[in-house]
């Protein structure tokens, strides 16, 4: 009842202060004509009358305080108020919320791709209960892995299903990228393959026809019936119903279509996507050494993931030795048989993404949460400059008996209409940051598939990152004002009061914290650039321009097996026949990408692991390798001559010191398809990096391509181009002529210097980013600094005014004000410096040929915010060094 | 003494005084305190509207306009049954408060 006459009360509000008005001038007339009545004269009586009656204005907004004291009304009043007063400063306005806006969005664009690539839960049924099964460490380089989610091999998959208890389903899926349409011009699809439980476990419902069950396992290495992605069937089927008879030919198999996934799922490769998903194909011989599967399943309601990682573990000896690959040597065999099985947690699936941006992104959040943090220093200061200029007003409120607590939430509500301002703002432009650097992040080849939403997670985040804006900028400014004394305020009109010295501190301390907290980020920003830059101009040991790998891969020629080589050394001979091609040579590993291929392999007495390549003997020369001492590879290498090596420094550093490494030989252990053999040391290279960029050379031994073990021979090459031509001319020419000469081949070329590059895509965008946050960060202390040293130079005023009067020189004058801020910068520098030397630890992991405490960085740093700083301060000190004493000392 | 219990002496005085007659404006109030009180007590009459709204919004009174004696629109006051029963809260409310000052007073 009191609630509705309040709420009815709102809505007739001026009706309402009309009411107050007119009952108060009745009262007062009344008195006015008794006093009459009783004779007095009429001046008299009116003025008696209004003594009597105290402030009008006062009582009448002391009634209205009344119904503003209860809520809504006063808080809708007041933000009129707040908007009001924005409209007569605009350029602030804007400028608060543009910061804010800017902050506010990059903190939650970075966020929600975190949210994305690690926080959010994968689009399934109860997606807490699904656990990964992984050996514990990983399997060491045992073995061959196919891709960085395939953990485990089909033996051990057997294993698996036979025992689970722990596990109310289980299942096995790869990735996998298989042909659509005819080998000859068909395309690469994202396929995955699964086993028949595979939906059903994940609790999958088809959008439409029905999903991949158990009863698809049989046909799926003959005739396999397959599903389409939401994505692909929009696209590429126009959305039209599935038919029984919506056939397409997949690795040159008849498939049938069978239905549809719903929209959300995208597999459970967090940035990836399927086009279709298949059953998985068990071939009649499995590679017992080949990790090609993951292996998922559903936690049983009273198992927890400890019991069930140690019920695996428990069972694990048994399952390893049911599982053991043959071949090997008893060494690795006893590695194999000491894998123990864990179960994790895969609620949130599986991610390269996670690997390569985890914690890129997190230093992300923490470098643009930091600019935001710059941004409220700079509002904060704005508002208390703003606020000493209102400092009358407030004082008018306070005598006019409003009390602190009120005029305290009046600043509360400006502050945080801002803020609200900038976070709805601030999410509108997070949707057009996030998509910018999902374009940046998916690097020309592959795209990321990443589903950026802005769910109730990210508004929390966002609400809650406005409300600390909020809290931090707009708290001191008020608390500060509504503490300053009305009286005080009121006799000097324009601010100036006794309290000043204090509230400057206030001012100057956010000023130093500005300042190191931007040395923080100029720190990082120039620690990534240098990082980055050292890897562009790093010199891996070998020619990187103009070379164009490609991959041909011919399992439609029916070449026999045993002339495999020979075929390749055809293909390689017919390639370096285009005109352009100044090198050609095949490996079986393509440097600096990421693969890796090694053996064990004992020398003399030292036994360790060596990586190893195949290569023709072009292959030093293709890649500018200078041989050090002993040959190269040459036509005599033949399979039937004895078997070479040519090893790099680091390997005679490491099993041949103090002896010459040429006709030393060395031994590699057994392993399926690769038989333990001898090999004579013939040369020694120049060492190069090997799988990326980052990291130290391993020992190195290059093995001739004729001598590549027959079991190991695949229907595939790579062939490494040199040519001073572009890339994208010499592979249409090879293009031309392989397509006349062998339509059957299928060939993929890359340039090899793009490649290296698109694999610095993480060390690139920090780069990037960093520094447009460093700058960001820079500009506003510059703004802030400027600000600051204004404000203190108009505060000045007379006591500049004195010294000049006095006979200061104006460069004395310049140097006061300057000293200043010179004190400031010092300050924060040193703050700053020694945060950084905290927050470097955090980054050390990403970085490359420096340490997070450099101190040329951190000297850089310093100069640049020197230069800011100065630069800052400058203009308002020239100002006061312009001031004319007698004008100065007389506004007083 | 605690400023809401000055204010709670104004509220019981106006509350008494709208239950003495039917109904008052304002200034009818003052008066009518004056005089009853003998001229001891005067209303703050800058204070008086504060708390005849105060009281309004917590339907102890309620008000219309009307025309008084001397033809001049005036809002008038009267009691709501709300009204009578804070009226008597306050009362002993303010009996009790006499007593003890009293007894303070009294304590040889």
């Known amino acids: ?892 | 003494m605690a400023k809401n219990d000055l204010q709670g002496t104004l509220d019981l005085l106006i509350l008494k005084s709208l239950a003495q007659t039917s109904s008052m404006h304002g200034y009818g109030i003052v008066l009518h305190i004056e005089k009853v009180s003998g001229e001891l007590l005067r209303i703050e009459e800058g204070s008086l509207y504060p708390a005849l709204h105060r009281m309004e919004q917590n339907l102890w009174i309620r008000s219309t306009w009307a025309l008084t004696e001397t033809n001049r629109r005036a809002k008038f006051y009267s009691l709501t049954p709300t009204g009578r029963k804070q009226l008597a809260i306050a009362e002993k409310s303010w009996e009790q408060t006499v007593k003890g000052v009293q007894a303070v007073m009294r304590f040889a």
């Not at chain 1, 907004?61 to 908007?83: C, F, N, Q």
């Not at chain 1, 990187?544 to 390749?568: M, N, R, W």
């Not at chain 1, 031309?736 to 339509?743: A, Q």
């Not at chain 1, 007379?798 to 000293?819: D, P």
Request: with cysteine; proline share 5%; charged share 20%.
């Open chain 1, 1 to 892: 009842m009191r609630l509705l006459s309040r709420l009815w009360a709102l809505t007739r509000r001026s009706s309402i202060d009309r009411d107050i008005e007119e009952e108060m001038q009745a009262h007062m007339a009344m008195r006015t004509e008794d006093n009459i009545a009783a004779g007095m004269s009429e001046e008299n009586a009116r003025r008696d009358a209004r003594l009597r009656f105290g402030n009008p204005v006062a009582a009448k907004e002391h009634v209205e305080g009344i119904d503003l004291a209860l809520g809504v009304e006063s808080l809708w009043r007041d933000i009129r108020y707040a908007i009001r007063g924005y409209r007569k400063s605009p350029l602030f306005a804007a400028v608060a919320i543009i910061t804010l806006a800017l902050g506010i969005g990059a903190n939650t664009a970075i966020f929600q791709l975190l949210d994305a690539v690690r926080l959010r839960s994968l689009p399934i049924q109860r997606p807490h209960e699904l656990v990964d099964l992984r050996i514990v460490g990983g399997n060491q380089g045992f073995g061959v892995s196919d891709s960085q989610y395939s953990q485990l091999t089909r033996p051990l998959w057997q294993e698996i299903q036979r025992h689970h208890d722990p596990l109310s389903g289980v299942f096995a899926w790869r990735t996998n990228q298989q042909i659509l349409g005819s080998i000859s011009d068909g395309r690469r699809i994202q396929t995955i393959n699964v086993t028949g439980d595979f939906f059903s476990v994940l609790g999958i419902q088809p959008l439409q026809g029905r999903l991949i069950g158990p009863e698809d396992e049989a046909a799926a290495c003959t005739a396999p019936r397959g599903v389409v992605s939401y994505p692909y069937w929009q696209s590429q089927m126009g959305g039209r119903p599935i038919t029984p008879g919506t056939t397409i030919l997949i690795d040159n198999l008849q498939a049938e279509i069978i239905g549809v996934a719903p929209p959300e799922f995208f597999g459970l490769a967090v940035g990836e996507s399927f086009d279709m998903a298949f059953p998985l194909c068990t071939p009649r011989t499995i590679s017992r050494e080949f990790f090609d599967v993951s292996v998922m399943g559903r936690l049983k309601p009273d198992w927890t993931l400890d019991r069930a990682s140690a019920y695996f573990g428990s069972i694990s000896k048994g399952m390893f030795e049911a599982a053991l690959p043959t071949g090997y040597s008893s060494k690795s065999t006893e590695q194999f048989k000491n894998f123990r099985l864990g179960a994790y947690s895969a609620s949130s699936g599986v991610s390269n993404l996670r690997q390569d941006y985890d914690k890129s992104l997190w230093i992300l959040l923490a470098i643009t949460g930091l600019v935001l943090l710059i941004a409220c220093a700079n509002l904060a200061n704005l508002m208390l400059a703003r606020a000493s200029s209102r400092q009358r007003e407030v004082a008018v409120c306070m005598a006019l008996g409003a009390s602190r607590g009120r005029v305290l939430r009046q600043l509360l509500i400006e502050s945080s209409l801002l803020a609200v301002t900038g976070a709805v703002l601030g999410i509108a432009l997070a949707q057009a940051f996030s998509r910018v650097l999902l374009l940046a992040f998916a690097n020309g080849k592959d795209s990321i598939h990443l589903s950026i939403e802005t769910d109730w997670r990210v508004l929390l985040f966002a609400a809650t990152v406005a409300s600390l804006t909020c809290a931090i900028f707009g708290t001191l400014p008020a608390f500060r004002m509504s503490k300053s004394d009305p009286i005080t305020a009121l006799k000097t009109g324009d601010g100036r009061t006794s309290g000043s010295r204090e509230r400057f501190s206030v001012q100057r301390l956010m000023v130093v914290t500005q300042i190191s907290v931007s040395m923080v980020l100029l720190v990082g920003a120039l620690l990534f650039v240098r990082s980055f830059r050292n890897l562009m101009t790093l010199n891996p040991g070998m020619r990187e321009s103009g070379i164009t790998v490609g991959t041909f891969g011919f399992p439609l020629s029916h070449v026999d097996p045993a002339h495999y080589e020979e075929f390749k050394r055809r293909l390689l001979n017919e390639v370096h026949s285009v005109p352009g091609v100044t090198n050609a040579t095949t490996t079986t590993m393509i440097p600096l990408l990421g693969g890796s291929w090694g053996h064990r392999v004992n020398v003399g007495s030292m036994e360790g692991p060596s990586q190893f390549t195949w290569v023709s003997p072009g292959y030093f020369q293709t890649f500018d390798i200078p041989l050090i001492a002993g040959r190269s590879f040459n036509e005599n290498d033949t399979d039937t001559s004895p078997h070479v090596a040519i090893v790099n420094q680091t390997f005679v550093r490491t099993y041949l010191n103090d002896v010459n490494p040429i006709g030393q030989t060395l031994r590699t252990q057994a392993e399926p398809k690769y038989p333990s053999t001898l090999f004579e040391i013939v040369g020694v290279v120049h060492d190069t990096k090997y799988n990326e960029l980052r990291g130290d050379t391993p020992p190195m031994a290059f093995a001739p391509a004729t001598q590549f073990p027959l079991t190991a021979q695949g229907p595939w090459t790579v062939v490494i181009i040199a040519s001073n031509l572009p890339s994208a001319t010499i592979t249409e020419a090879i293009k031309r002529k392989i397509g006349d000469t062998h339509p059957e081949i299928r060939v993929n070329f890359f340039d090899f210097q793009q490649s290296i590059h698109d694999r610095l895509l993480r060390e690139r965008l920090m780069a990037i980013l960093s520094s447009f946050f460093g700058a960001l960060a820079a500009l506003l202390v510059m703004v802030g600094l400027y600000g600051i040293i204004s404000y203190l130079v108009t505060r000045r005023r007379n006591e500049i005014g004195i010294r000049i009067a006095l006979g200061a020189t104006r460069s004395q004058i310049i140097g006061l004000v300057m000293r200043d801020a010179a004190s400031m910068l010092a300050i924060g520098a040193l703050i700053g410096t020694t945060l950084s030397l905290l927050a470097g630890r955090g980054a050390g992991s990403i970085l490359f040929g420096l340490k997070p405490y450099d101190p040329a960085t951190l000297a850089f740093a310093a100069a640049f915010l020197a230069v800011i700083a100065a630069l800052a301060s400058f203009l308002p000190a020239f100002r006061a060094a312009q001031l004319n004493p007698t004008t100065a000392l007389r506004c007083e």
